[in-house]
Each structure stands twice: as structure tokens, then as C-alpha cells.
């Protein structure tokens, strides 16, 4: 296993030829590579020097989804919280034979990134003054990539947060997309502005902008198909919601760090997470969720 760092990101690399690339800023996750086979989707114009949260890969969502709700803890926060725009730390790797990518052998590696209150500008510590640490674990392998979030809350009061993978994968015509593992789910439509939708299609195409919140799904999987054949198995763990999301040709024009502007053809987010409500956490206890992503090329 090859493993590169410097003061801004982490890199690593199996001798089978897959690769994962992880910035302090974030802890994002900028690009998985299965040989030559890129599986995330990057703007070409991301904001990659820690001013911005990054357009694409996967970001990280936390303490709170989208804009944060009224007379809430976390309203003060900017939407999706302070986790994508804070400098990370690297604790360091581990080598696994064990675990839900291995296939026997010395054949993973996992890269651990840590985030604390004391790491936060003044700012989000103000607007979030609780006391908590994550330990965000990255976990390459030649079956796929897993990524698992432990929040630990550090202080002597509870606190209720979000979570969610904001992942950006890359697919080759999103017009001959289909997405399984919804069907059945209740899901809150934020284009049309509704809840309480029901999800009937066992493959869901993707036709038009897209932004939907699945509540409380009861598969554990959900499949991206490109032209009918699965390309990626999302699988979650402890984690119960799963937002589809393609901005379409006008919203991602509206993007100023989305590029090229026909991107939106090219991508589509699956994003594991528990953001239908909230997890509340007792002081000194801790939470770990996360998801496996497998690249079926
Ligand atoms: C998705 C939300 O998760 O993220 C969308 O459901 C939102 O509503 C999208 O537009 C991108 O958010 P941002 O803050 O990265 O532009």
C-alpha cells in the first residue's frame, strides 16, 4: 500500500490499482478510483484551497442538512453545517484483513480524519457550542470504499444533530439512469416543495432536477443501473435516509463552481444519512454510522 501526505491531503493506493484521495479540507473525499476507472464526480472548477465546501466528491454533512430548520441549536449554522468547510486533522492509517471490503489478505487500508470543537474558527464554534468529537474513517479496497463517521459527544450536556455522505458519483448518461431501493419509501420532494410522497417505481429514472429526501428506507441498498446494469451498490449502515439529487441543467448553470455546465448529465448524488430527524446525544456518548460504496464496473 502506497500512502502520500502533506499539509493538505492524503492519498493512498493498493497495488491492485485502486486509489482514494482525501483533503484536510472537509475531510472531502475528491476522488476513488478503481484502476483507471474514476467513480466520483469532480467540478472542474471546486473550490479545492479551503475557502468553500467542495463541488463534488463526497462532502461531509454534519451537524445539520440543509438550511438549518427556526428555534433550533443549530440555526445559526450555514446550511449543511460547519464539517465540509473545517480543516480536518490526519490521524493516521491502518492496514485491515478484516472488515466489510476485505477479501482475505492484507488487501485494505484505512485512513482516519479528526475533527473537534477546539479544531472550529471562532465563528461555528459560536453558532454550535457544544463539545464533541468525529473520527472520520476512509477505508479503500479492491471490493469498494467505506466511509464511517464516530461523533462522540465530549461535554456535559446532550446535543441533536444530522448526519449524511453528500456523495457525488459519476455516471456516463444520466438519461439512461435508473436508481432501485426506494420503492415503497416515503420521501419529501424539495423541487415540488411536498412530504409525504411514495415512492412507486422499483427503478426510478432520473428525467428532470431532482432533490428528494427517502425517510426511514427498509432495504439497505440502494443501486445506480447505467443503461440497466448496476454500476454502483450504496449500502447504508445505521443509517436510515437517503436524499437523490441531480441539479439539472438550469440549477447547475446557476452554480458558479459547476463545471462544465453540462456536468449535471454526468453525475448524480446519493446521500446516505440520517437527516429526516434528528439523533440525540447523551453526554460522553457516541454514534457511528456510515456506508459502503461499491463500484461494479
Ligand atoms: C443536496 C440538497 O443534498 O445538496 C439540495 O438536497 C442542495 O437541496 C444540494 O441543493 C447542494 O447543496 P450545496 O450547499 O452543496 O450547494
Redesign the pocket.
Known sequence: VDISSDNSRVTASLPTGESVDVLLHGATIISWKSGKQENLWLSEKAVLDGTK?V?GGI?V?FPV??PPPPNHATSKLP??GFARTSRWEYLGKSTSESGALSQGGDDCVKLDFGLSSSNLTADAKKAWPYDFGLIYSVTLGRGGLQTVMNVRNEGKEPFEFQF?L?TYLVVKDISKVTVTGLMGAIYTD?VLNATNHTETHAALPITAET?R?YASLAQDTTSVLQDGKPRFDVVRDNLDDT?V?N?WRE?AAA?SDFAPKEGWRNML?V?VGSVSGWQKLEAGDTFEAGQVIRSLL
Do not use: Y
Request: glycine fraction near 4%.
Open positions: 465546501a463541488r462532502p454533512v442538512f440543509g446550511q449543511h449524511l453528500h424539495k432533490d429526501v436524499v439529487w441539479p440549477k452554480m448524488c446521500e
